[in-house]
């Protein structure tokens, strides 16, 4: 058998660009791929951007209240905040009073640990209130009166938590939850008979170790209002799931 140069340069040749086809295509699939992924990551973004200033349900309003000034007392604030979260429906509201560093709640007689309203004055009872911070109580009015701050319908007292007076101050945050068919968080209303005042609260103000409160009285939530809308977790884990879904997707067709 004679060796043939010319015939085994053909051969080569031919072998050579059946190699780079093969590069070639992978290469275009590679990019397809790269596009789809871009395609997709662009959709999603846009998506994502049209949802800004939407409220999707299950998400929660939170109104977050200031104290911020005492008819009998104390100044000028802030002292604290009274936080609201209806946790995106109705039925129930999660309450947070969050007294500032070297205020606290305490017993004077002024109407409460913390004074409010209800739109349509409903009755309640115990078993509206989930007081989970120990020793405190529910006061269910109708009629509360409070120096300075007028008239409330209902009220959560310090019952051990403090002590008498201003002799023992409770520092640290009052939670409670609201359970009532209807109520969201602008069920909490200011009233003419509480002087146009949302809460109230009998607090200790800038209490000094070994000299006790600087003064005591009720404090008025006259300061600024806030309102926020909050993502629920639940709807954070779904949009997270479908991103998570459609980028694995993605990923599967371009391989």
Same mark, same amino acid.
């Given at each position: 058998?004679r060796?043939?140069?010319?015939?085994?340069c053909?051969l080569?040749?031919?072998?050579?660009?059946?190699?780079?086809g093969?590069?070639?295509r992978r290469?275009?699939r590679?990019?397809?791929?790269?596009?789809?992924v871009?395609?997709?990551?662009?959709?999603?973004?846009?998506a994502?951007?049209?949802?800004?200033?939407?409220?999707?349900?299950?998400?929660?309003?939170?109104?977050?209240?200031?104290f911020?000034a005492?008819p009998s007392?104390?100044? $000028?604030?802030?002292?604290?905040?009274?936080?609201?979260?209806d946790?995106?429906g109705?039925?129930?509201?999660d309450?947070?009073?969050?007294p500032?560093?070297?205020?606290?709640?305490?017993?004077t007689g002024a109407?409460?640990?913390?004074?409010?309203?209800?739109?349509?004055?409903?009755?309640?009872t115990?078993a509206?209130?989930s007081?989970? $911070?120990?020793?405190?109580?529910?006061?269910?009015?109708?009629?509360?009166?409070?120096?300075?701050t007028?008239?409330?319908?209902?009220?959560?007292?310090?019952?051990t938590?403090?002590?008498?007076?201003?002799?023992?101050?409770?520092?640290?945050?009052?939670?409670f939850?609201?359970?009532?068919?209807?109520v969201?968080?602008?069920?909490?209303?200011?009233t003419?008979?509480?002087?146009?005042?949302?809460?109230?609260?009998?607090?200790?103000?800038?209490?000094?170790?070994?000299?006790?409160?600087?003064?005591?009285g009720?404090?008025?939530?006259?300061?600024?209002l806030?309102?926020?809308?909050a993502?629920?977790?639940?709807?954070l884990?779904?949009?997270?799931?479908g991103i998570?879904?459609a980028?694995?997707?993605?990923?599967?067709?371009?391989?």
């Open positions: 058998m060796f043939v140069r010319g015939a085994g053909a080569d040749g031919v072998g050579r660009g059946m190699i780079r093969r590069r070639s290469f275009d590679l990019q397809l791929g790269t596009r789809n871009k395609r997709l990551l662009i959709t999603l973004l846009t994502l951007a049209a949802c800004v200033g939407y409220v999707a349900p299950g998400s929660a309003t939170i109104l977050t209240y200031t911020a005492s007392c104390c100044g $000028t604030g802030p002292f604290g905040t009274v936080k609201l979260d946790h995106g109705s039925g129930s509201v309450v947070t009073v969050h500032f560093v070297g205020d606290g709640f305490v017993d109407g409460g640990a913390l004074l409010f309203n209800l739109a349509g004055d409903p009755a309640l115990a509206n209130i007081l989970p $911070t120990a020793g405190f109580g529910f006061d269910p009015g109708p009629s509360i009166h409070a120096d300075g007028g008239d409330w319908d209902y009220s959560i007292t310090c019952v938590a403090c002590g008498p007076g201003g002799s023992t101050p409770f520092f640290g945050d009052l939670t939850t609201l359970t009532l068919a209807g969201t968080v602008d069920s909490f209303i200011a003419l008979a509480s002087n146009g005042n949302v809460f109230a609260a009998d607090l200790c103000y800038a209490f000094v170790p070994g000299r006790g409160c600087t003064a005591t009720d404090i008025d939530t006259s300061g600024p806030v309102r926020e809308q993502p629920e977790p639940g709807t884990l779904l949009l997270g799931i998570l879904g980028a694995v997707g993605a990923r599967r067709k371009a391989t």
